[in-house]
């Protein structure tokens, strides 16, 4: 954390006052929780992530990541930490706020957390930070405000003895977090490489949550992040006050960075450098954190090892820990390590996708009101499908959408086209009547909707026709009979089914529902009108002859009594087309 004076104190106490104001989203939230009680009671064992921080802003943006507030739990004597209980996608969080600054003071907090939630597995200390700016540093990593510096190793800089030739030997803290939260930081740091920061979206998603909050933990400029060098010094005013911007300060002094193809917060990997002074001088910066190796530098991490509490440490750097230290970046760089842990602990997000809500038999605002619930869930992105429903449209057809018809448009005009340039008797149709050929062929395209299902029936229907002679004026007719609808389209096809053969159909579907790959010959056997053939005992093999007729019979008696429902697919084998 960084120190921030007076100024800052006084802002303090207006995010505290934003929290306890009219935030319309925590509200509504413990409401939830009150509704369903019963089942959200929960006890200290259910909490198995504790997360520190050292500000009442760093725990703002903590609880802005929050899906959920839990009710508080009365408090165990001799524990004097404040509590926000929460959930975070999967696992229950239990949040506290330091009392104040320093080593000894982050290590008796965390005992009495440790000590009052027994089963935490996962700690956190999470927060803001002084970045070691990038050329001084041994990594070279260019580190700017609002960028994210996660602990792979905690060193504390400032204990320890002068030896001979005044050389310091450290011998405070050197820790690293536990095995299992490593595992889980070097998965996500797999992910950097192959996909976007979800920072961005997950600080979007929170505004949108707290809109209140964007007051505070918004970016700010870009142009307000400025390193001078490091033995320039901040301008004092004349009467000796610190200016609180760096206005006055000489810009030639200050050092020119490339720009960042985005403002997106960078994640640098590394060493902090934790202690209990302030770093605000440059030069000492760049001489202590040169000798670790440290990317940034907080004043709690060591303590905390020192207390037990075993832990990743996340810092957002507000600041380059020199003399023009300010406290404009410290709740967006609060609010990027806050962002960072809400990543690292949904590394995965589940894909909801529901298919033909206009097939629900049932109360379609419940089924809008189940997708919403879903997706007021941040971690969870749905899908829906549907005929182009008012009730549906109203609701869904602000998000982003598409109409599948106008993605396969194309490939059904490929189908229909293909289908009926490869019938001899149409095409010599429409070299006789390009015009009416046409305008019948396109008839069928625009009515298909995109389903191929729906084409592929249709055009079935419709060359059976032209086998049976019919003209064009016929095939129009034939058209204009079949419904739209691909569900009646099913019924009209199953009513063209002579009635005497329906209670073989069933028999067909039955057969194949239960061995849906099943071969044409053994088909034919299990179209056997009674066992007649196996009454002899084992039955003798079948000579090519039998087999041609036998596939050739099936196949027949297939298309008669399915009226191409169920067909013969390319290796032979019955399909069904509803699920072929
Ligand atoms: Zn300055």
Known sequence: MSN?????????????????GPPEAFRSKRRRTDNNMGRDLHVPDDYTVGWLCALPLELGAAKGMLDEEHEALPPRLGDSNNYTLGRIGQHNVVLACLPGYGIAMAASSARNMLHSFPKIQIGLMVGIGGGVPGSQSHDGADVRLGDVVVGERVIQHDMGKTERNGYFKRTGVDSQPPNHIVTAVNRLRGDH???PSKIPSILAEMFQRHPFMKEHYARPTTASD?????????FEACDGGKAATCDNCNSSRRLARPTRRN????IHYGKIASGNQVIKHGVTRDRVAGDLGALCFDMEAAGLADAGFRCLVVRGISDYADSHKNSRWQEYAAAAAAAFVD???????????TDGLDEFIGDHDELIQLTRDLVACKHIKACVASRPWTVFQQVFGKRSNLMLQHLTVKDIEIVVRTTFNNNDDFRRMHSRNQQQAESF??????RSSGVFLW????TQSLLRGISNGDKISDLQKR???????????????????EPRYRQQTAELFQIHRAHPSISALRMSFADEESHETWSDGAPEPLTMDEFVDRCDQIRRRIDSRTMGLLELDKHDKYTNQEYG
């Open 4 to 20: 921030s004076g007076c100024s800052g104190q006084k802002r303090h106490q207006q995010l505290e006052n934003a929290f306890k």
């Open 226 to 234: 400025q390193l001078f060098d490091a033995d320039y010094e901040h």
């Open 193 to 195: 490489k192959l996909m």
């Open 455 to 458: 084409v592929r029936l249709v």
């Open 263 to 266: 403002e997106h917060p960078v």
């Open 441 to 446: 062929l396109t008839q069928i395209m625009n």
């Open 479 to 497: 058209l204009d009979e079949i419904p739209e609808n691909l569900e009646d389209l099913f019924q009209k096809i199953l009513d063209t089914i």
């Open 343 to 353: 990543w690292l602990e949904n590394g995965e997000e589940t894909y909801w996708i």
